[in-house]
T-cell receptor
Framework: DAGVIQSPRHEVTEMGQEVTLRCKPI?????LFWYRQTMMRGLELLIY????????DSGMPEDRFSAKMPNASFSTLKIQPSEPRDSAVYFC?????????????FGQGTRLTVV | AQSVAQPEDQVNVAEGNPLTVKCTYS??????LFWYVQYPNRGLQFLLK????DNLVKGSYGFEAEFNKSQTSFHLKKPSALVSDSALYFC?????????????WGAGTKLIIKP
């Protein structure tokens, strides 16, 4: 298995532009998480999907952030418009359906820089 | 409130010496406990977990951790450190009673192993 796949690995964009981050979870996993990691705030959970349904989006910082999971094999995190303070590494993780006893599997992350 | 504490931002150890990275938690009941490692410019990788049973659990790369319920701790240990163990280590806890099975993360501890 290729693991959780995120694209792009790096993204540099200008303030005000729309940014879309993509994630392909591991096949068979039914939970998907989007995290943001910064030096100041550490690792923050942005949103959590279970069976393609958003369960908890309380971590999404502002209305500029939105996430979708149209099917079990694909999710997007969109920032529109982007701002310099959105610069961070964004991780996607997935886990299988087994009542929480297994670990989450992380992608390599997308390093976003907004200038 | 549920929380995870990693009291040390950084731990410095000489190569060949034993290492300990501390983690304490505040979750009632019998939590599930996890350790992850993050190497530079990489995603988080699972190291080990405690679900039930033997309080001492062994994981990847020679790491182990001991669950201590009375002290609500789950410290990560390794008998002999390697320079390649230098990385960022995260402790995480999950409350089995949480129907969403979400992970609560510590802030991370930077481990530096000096030759």
């Amino acid at each position: 298995d290729a693991g959780v796949i995120q694209s792009p690995r790096h993204e540099v964009t200008e303030m005000g532009q729309e940014v879309t981050l993509r994630c392909k979870p591991i096949s068979g996993h039914n939970s998907l998480f989007w995290y943001r990691q910064t030096m100041m705030r550490g690792l923050e959970l942005l949103i959590y999907f279970n069976n393609n349904v958003p369960i908890d989006d309380s971590g999404m910082p502002e209305d500029r952030f939105s996430a979708k999971m149209p099917n079990a094999s694909f999710s997007t995190l969109k920032i529109q418009p982007s701002e310099p303070r959105d610069s961070a590494v964004y991780f996607c993780a997935s886990s299988p359906p087994n009542r929480g006893v297994t670990e989450a599997f992380f992608g390599q992350g997308t390093r976003l820089t907004v200038v | 409130a549920q929380s995870v504490a990693q009291p040390e931002d950084q731990v410095n150890v000489a190569e060949g010496n034993p290492l300990t990275v501390k983690c304490t938690y505040s979750v009632s009941g019998n939590p599930y406990l996890f350790w992850y490692v993050q190497y530079p410019n990489r995603g988080l990788q699972f190291l080990l977990k405690y679900i039930t049973g033997d309080n001492l659990v062994k994981g990847s790369y020679g790491f182990e951790a001991e669950f201590n319920k009375s002290q609500t701790s789950f410290h990560l240990k390794k008998p002999s450190a390697l320079v390649s163990d230098s990385a960022l280590y995260f402790c995480a806890v999950r409350d089995p009673r949480d129907s969403n099975y979400q992970l609560i993360w510590g802030a991370g501890t930077k481990l530096i192993i000096k030759p």
